[in-house]
């Protein structure tokens, strides 16, 4: 339903999430491609959509644009293989306004303890 939508910002949205690494990115979006879709009910277009090693971790209870929006990013070859790298949070708020944060994936401890013994 809003894959029309999504595809026209992919682009935009694709070179934001490669800036995400340095700062937080947003991207302003147009009201009148979501209002002539339809208007949401109850959960409206507000989201907020957390990839963590490229899968959606908050998908049960997600409005369809977002559900939309998840399953374009996943299927984009380039999108998906930085999801899997990083933790990233989209969220777009009421204003329509999709902000993008990049959050970097803990190195886990058993590899800190075997690189503290590879030191020794």
Partial sequence: MYNAIWKKYLTVIRILLKR?????????????????TGPQ???????????????????????DPAKDLSGLLQQDPQINELLQRNEYHLTMSSKFLLKIKMIPVA????ELTLAAEDAV
């Fill in 41 to 63: 009910k109850k959960t409206g277009f507000n989201f907020t959509l957390k990839f963590i090693k490229g899968r959606v971790d908050n998908l049960a209870g997600l409005s």
């Fill in 20 to 36: 995400a690494v340095n700062e937080d990115q947003s991207l302003q979006l147009n009201v009148s491609d979501f209002e002539k």
């Fill in 107 to 110: 190195v886990e401890e058993t």
